[in-house]
């Protein structure tokens, strides 16, 4: 199937998911199209979900991804797969949802800042970072909400080593974790994963926390922050781990320097990295195969990169 298939037939499916599970779709269709904000919406149980998203946020997705990338729908999307598998809304006020799959777990997504439901819907459903992390060492490179933090420890990991430089991302994921009573496997650190150990400047915007990133000069952030980074290197004598199962990075972009510029013995003690790209994927493929790794794709200028080590 050629990509403009693929994408008609993905957009087809959203179109059908969220007459499914919406009253208002017709709405949200439309101010999609016509980029109005929405105010609420409407499930088909008749319970409304109050939206105040700012226009701004909008502004900041499209300049940093596509002119088709509306944080508002992938959250609603995100939502209707959620509610589809079974997933329940627990509360919902004016900026949270909290949603849980099952008892005893739970996350709470914020509403109208970044693409916290839509980030679930593509761990716990799509699974991108796959499923088995049975008794894994992982490192969580962009913990973010820590939601994939809470999915690795619930699969089974024994130890999750969040790194999350945004301190608003990083305080909603220490209350994750804590409503999870996961606070002895997941361990949360306000770093950026980097080339190197020191500090940085972190570009904040304001409402979009899911595009924090390491500022660059021609960084279009609404404000910086000064920041601790560290290495693959560093995280590992930290906390004595002699190797990492499994390396998770969504980090906007910090992927290509961090895999260009790895020791060879720090790559050789990791036995899987998934990533997410924005970018393409440029020359990580062969770099990671050159290291003994396999490696497979989904996407092609935004996608997520899976490599794992061949066993000798």
């Known amino acids: 199937m050629s990509l403009n298939a693929r994408t008609l037939r993905d957009q087809l499916n959203a179109f059908l998911l969220l007459q499914r599970t919406y009253k208002n779709w017709i709405e949200i269709a439309t101010d999609y199209i016509t980029r109005k904000p929405l105010s609420k919406v409407v499930l088909k149980t008749g319970n409304t979900i109050p939206l105040a998203r700012k226009p701004s946020s909008l502004s900041q997705a499209l300049h940093h991804y596509h002119r088709w990338y509306d944080p508002s729908i992938y959250n609603l999307i995100g939502l209707a797969k959620l509610l589809n598998r079974g997933w329940k809304i627990r509360h919902v006020d004016n900026d949270y ?103 940085s400047k972190l570009g904040v915007n304001a409402e979009t926390p899911n595009i924090t990133q390491i500022a660059e000069p021609y960084s279009t952030a609404d404000d910086t922050l000064e920041i601790e980074t560290v290495t693959v290197e560093e995280i590992m004598k930290r906390f004595n ?32 990295i998934v990533l997410e790209f924005h970018s393409g994927p440029l020359d990580i493929p062969r770099i990671l195969s050159r290291h003994g790794f396999t490696v497979t794709m989904i996407g092609h200028s935004f996608g997520y990169l899976t490599a794992k080590r061949i066993s000798n």
């Not at 991108?128 to 690795?152: L, R």
């Not at 499994?246 to 899987?272: D, V």
Request: proline letters at 4%; a negative charge; charged letters at 25%.
């Open 97 to 199: 949802l909290l949603l849980s799959p099952q008892p005893g777990t739970v996350l709470k997504c914020r509403l109208n800042q970044g693409t916290d439901i839509s980030l679930v819907s593509e761990i716990f459903v799509r699974q991108v970072y796959g499923s088995d992390f049975n008794q894994k060492v992982v490192v969580d490179v962009g913990a973010y909400n820590g939601d994939s933090a809470i999915y690795f420890a619930r699969r089974g990991a024994r130890l999750v080593i969040g790194l999350e430089p945004d301190p608003r991302s990083l305080e909603l994921a220490r209350e994750n974790v804590k409503l999870n009573n996961l606070e002895d496997r997941v361990i949360l650190l306000n770093v950026a994963l980097s080339t190197r150990t020191g500090e």
């Open 241 to 272: 781990v002699q190797n990492i199962d499994f390396l998770k990075m969504n980090c906007e972009g910090c992927e290509y320097g961090i895999i260009r510029t790895l020791p060879a013995k720090a790559l050789e003690s990791i036995s899987e």
